[in-house]
């Protein structure tokens, strides 16, 4: 049974860091496109940051270039996503999912992914 599991989210002040973890269960992670979404209150869920099975190429949102990174340790079949700089903008729920496409050049559409973890909540506030 696939099962994604986000942890890492919290209450950090604008300007820090956090470094968020998505843990894979049920098939082997370096063989799927790892995506990296958010969703704050009342807007549509949107495309943060993909990672490619292939090349482990990666693709970013023009809102966190610069200042989020996504990783994988496939010995630990899991994805990372360093979360540095952070402004209360990037105040939501993210969420990791797989089973879609990276294309390297933008972030992933989330209606390209089929399966979910359960998210983790990111405040930055002051």
């Known amino acids: 049974q696939v099962q994604l599991v986000e942890s890492g989210g919290g209450l950090v002040q604008p300007g820090g860091s956090l470094r968020l973890s998505c843990a894979a269960s049920?098939?082997?992670?370096?063989?799927?496109?790892i995506g990296w979404f958010r969703q704050a209150p009342g807007k549509e869920r949107e495309g943060v940051s993909c990672?490619?099975?292939?090349?482990?190429?990666?693709g970013y949102a023009d809102s966190v270039k610069g200042r989020f990174t996504i990783s994988r340790d496939n010995a630990k079949n899991t994805v990372y996503l360093q979360m540095n700089s952070l402004k209360p903008e990037d105040t939501a729920v993210y969420y990791c999912?797989?089973?879609?496409?990276?294309?390297?050049?933008?972030?992933?559409?989330?209606?390209?992914?089929?399966?979910w973890g359960q998210g983790t909540q990111v405040t930055v506030s002051s």
């Open positions: 999912a797989t089973d879609g496409g990276c294309s390297g050049y933008g972030p992933p559409d989330p209606y390209e992914y089929d399966y």
């Open positions: 049920g098939f082997t992670l370096d063989y799927y496109v």
């Open positions: 990672i490619s099975s292939s090349d482990g190429s990666t």
